[in-house]
């Protein structure tokens, strides 16, 4: 038995907004994770019973695991075909706001969102939600965004005729939102879905493989090189920092979604609570942080950096250089870690 997380008013309101909608689209965060492209791509896959023209707009490009997942193939790049996705959103009536509660983690996608007439309905399990949405379905307590539209398509009445595709979908943006079931995933219900979505014919094993062992040769040898040359153990504060230069990553021949993953590692050396990594791109850099326990590692990424997340997993971008950033990362960090420890 799953219990009702969504209210039964949305679940309704969100039912005959699709009824009522001609043209669907559904779009996700930047740099979008398995979570994103699994609830859009699951999303998309169930909409299909209800024959309405539906398309998957995403910010920028996924990254290579990803094309395992149905119709990932259809989804189309905001950076790449703005003048096609305008149009579309143009004789949109509504649009589905995926794995994220602030426009501006959509980049130059969230003002025409803004701007858009059609109907929004977001669902997402981030803190902080900031109003743009007519119906916001904000679950932070639940693990993935994923999980929350299996949960609104069975209280829609459509469990029975979920597909395999929808299925496949969701559960690789559950796996992904909490590392394949090691973290943030105490939940029993979690367990209950997952049971749902074997007796569905997903192939979970095969679609573990594929999310998280499908990498190319250099991943592993730059995840050498970060660890053995450039990480750094701040043993006082229980911290790990790492960063990588654009130079260093094209030494690697870096491609999108090569440093997936990296942040965890530290966090497996006893002691660490904090893992901080800085990736160098073009005018900014992207910052990754993970924690353990109830060290907030999103309090973190937003006092200091303007981010955010979730409690143990959240990010950032910097205006500051490379070396700026890890100055200021270093600097402001005894006076945090004094704080919680004062709290806690
Ligand atoms: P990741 O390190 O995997 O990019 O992100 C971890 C978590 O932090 C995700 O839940 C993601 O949505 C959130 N996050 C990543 N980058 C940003 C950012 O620039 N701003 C905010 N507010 N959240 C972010
Ligand atoms: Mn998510």
Do not use: W
Not at 147 to 163: P, T
Not at 238 to 263: H, M, P, R, W
């Amino acid at each position: 038995m799953i219990t009702k997380v969504i209210p039964e008013e949305k679940v309704v309101a969100a039912y005959k907004a699709i009824q009522r909608a001609k043209r669907i689209v559904i779009v996700a965060h930047k740099r979008p994770d398995g979570d994103a492209i699994g609830s859009c791509l699951g999303l998309y896959h169930f909409l299909y019973s209800f024959e309405r023209e539906t398309f998957v707009i995403l910010p920028d490009a996924i990254p290579a695991n990803m094309s395992i997942l149905p119709s990932s193939n259809e989804i189309l790049n905001y950076e790449l075909e703005t003048e096609k996705c305008n149009s579309i959103l143009a004789e949109t009536d509504l649009i589905f706001c995926l794995d994220f509660n602030n426009l501006g983690r959509i980049g130059d996608l969230g003002n025409v969102i803004a701007q858009s007439s059609a109907e929004k309905i977001m669902i997402d399990h981030h803190l902080d939600y900031q109003p743009f949405a007519d119906i916001a379905i904000s679950h932070p307590e639940i693990a993935s965004t994923s999980e929350l539209v299996f949960r609104l398509i069975c209280r829609m009445g459509y469990f029975s005729d979920m597909s395999l595709q929808t299925a496949e979908c969701i559960c690789a943006g559950m796996l992904t939102d909490t590392g394949g079931l090691a973290y943030n995933s105490n939940s029993p219900e979690i367990y209950t879905i997952f049971a749902e979505l074997l007796r569905k014919g997903v192939d979970k094993d095969a679609l573990y493989r594929h999310l998280f062992n499908t990498y190319k040769e250099n991943r592993m040898r730059l995840m050498g090189y970060v660890l053995s040359q450039k990480l750094e153990i701040l043993p006082e504060y229980q911290t790990a920092i790492f960063s990588l230069s654009e130079k260093e990553l094209a030494q690697y021949n870096y491609e999108k979604g090569d440093t997936e993953g990296f942040v965890n590692l530290p966090l497996s050396i006893q002691g660490i609570r904090f893992s901080i990594f800085a990736r160098e791109e073009k005018d900014t850099v992207k910052l990754s942080l993970r924690s353990v326990g109830d060290f907030p590692a999103n309090q973190f990424a937003n006092q200091y950096f303007d981010g955010g997340g979730h409690l143990n997993a959240s990010g950032a971008e910097s205006k500051l250089s490379l070396s700026d950033t890890i100055k200021k990362i270093k600097e402001v960090l005894p006076a945090f870690c004094e704080e919680i420890d004062k709290q806690n």
